[in-house]
């Protein structure tokens, strides 16, 4: 093969590692962003059931008053009932005496109930609780793993700039001038695999002569659709699969 393709097919892996890593860098800021939002949810899940515990506790404090307010009714009227004249009196005085330990009973049953619903409330809050434990674990757990794998990633993109400046520095002027040109245009990727007698990225169908120059390996041959550098890997697979997304 060319000399010169074989640097270029190479220079064009590199680009890919490279464009990779950066996409991977730059994806950095927003996958911090979905950690603080699942944070976020959890925390505002405790919040929710606490409002809700401290909204029954309200209730039932409401319901407790009003229970004192019919108990103390009620031993008013008991008071009053030895101090009552006639029968009329006893027996208005009487009802007034059921009807309030009436109350008393349904406003204690009412206590009961919200007793037993702030017991749930407050099992809701503990697990609420747990979770966001948990989840505050597992997010920072991620975090520390996002960190790492930036200055990993960092380090890459630092040294692949000596690598490239090397390699560039031993392909042709022209070719290196081409080469620079399609990558410019196209997105970074200039050096694609021919296979099966078509361009791999543009899919365009080559001219048999055409694919027969690229079989040989011995010119720089171009795409006539998308102008990308052609070559051909008899394993298959190479530039290809770790070329970063199609892009006509
Ligand atoms: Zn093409």
Sequence with gaps: MLP????LIQLQQLDNATTEA???VDAMPS???DLDARLAK?????????SG???????RQAVEKSLGEVQARLSRFNEQLMAVKTNKEYTAMQHEIATARTEVQRLEDDILEHMLAGDDLAAEVEAAERALQTERTEVERERAALETERSVLERTLHGTSDERAKLTGSIGAAA???FESVSSQRSGVAVVEARDGHCSVCNVRLRPQMFNQILQGTELVQCESCMRILYHDPNGGGARSSAPGPSR
């Design 4 to 7: 010169d393709l074989e640097r």
């Design 22 to 24: 950066q996409r991977t």
């Design 31 to 33: 996958r911090i962003k």
């Design 42 to 50: 959890s925390r505002a899940a405790v919040e929710a059931a606490k």
């Design 53 to 59: 515990l401290a909204d029954k506790k309200g209730e």
């Design 176 to 178: 290196r001038r081409l």
